[in-house]
């Protein structure tokens, strides 16, 4: 018999390397300070389900990319797919890459569009905090200031889009993360707990690899949940 699973495991299985303190990358910075600081101290390898939702996410990236360069959409034009860019901030980079670059013809403007797959796109009201502010940081950068969010979901494809306006102090406040961030590395010191301060943001909790290391160095408390 063919083991499908055993073989989707090998085909997703990817080389690990540890990361570099000084190189930062905008899909992290939203999530917990501590946990971004564990993976760079505490390197693990990716485990095969979360490498499946990776490759989930790819997979409706590429079909965004489908439909947004298809001529049965002619009101739209993709000027760019996955554009990459760098920025140098004191002593460190920030680089990544963009999803979508899309020109809508009506209005002649550039629009910087992040896609993002969900379990279920009914129950997305509003866009996540930490979607937003890695947003805010590409039309920072980018000097593209027209900036959406587009959720998929990834059992029928409905989506729904949410204008992100740019806001210069919300981008200075994602750098500044990230300065705190590398501070907290060359000083080898351990951030707080953030996403155990609020009950809204303890579920990033739910199936972290670094969870028991987390609960063992700060207990829980009236302070961290």
């Not at 279920?120 to 979607?131: E, G, I, L, Q, T």
């Not at 889009?161 to 993360?177: G, H, L, Q, S, T």
């Not at 809204?200 to 987390?214: G, H, V």
């Amino acid at each position: 018999m063919i083991d499908f699973n055993e073989m989707v495991d090998n085909y997703l299985r990817r080389e690990s390397y540890p990361k570099t303190i000084g190189k930062y990358y905008p899909s992290e910075i939203g999530t917990c300070m501590r946990k971004v600081w564990y993976s760079y101290k505490f390197p693990s390898s990716v485990g095969p389900d979360l490498l499946k939702i990776f490759e989930v996410g790819n997979i409706m990236h590429d079909l965004v990319v489908k439909i947004l360069s298809s001529d049965k959409n002619p009101e739209i034009m993709l000027v760019s797919a996955e554009a990459p860019f760098k920025k140098e901030v004191d002593d460190f980079v920030i680089s990544g890459r963009v999803d979508n670059i899309i020109l809508v013809k009506a209005s002649g403007k550039n629009i910087l569009m992040e896609v993002k797959s969900t379990g279920s796109v009914d129950f997305v009201n509003k866009p996540a905090d930490y979607n937003a502010m890695q947003l805010q940081l590409y039309m920072h950068i980018m000097n593209i200031h027209d900036g959406v969010l587009l959720y998929i979901d990834k059992k029928n494809l409905k989506s729904k889009v949410f204008k992100v306006d740019y806001n210069p102090e919300e981008a200075e406040m994602v750098i500044n993360r990230f300065k705190a961030l590398h501070k907290l590395l060359k000083m080898d010191a351990l951030p707080d707990p953030e996403s155990r301060a609020k009950h809204d943001k303890i579920w990033m909790c739910r199936n972290c690899e670094y969870r028991d290391k987390c609960y063992e160095e700060t207990p829980s408390s009236a302070r961290w949940l």
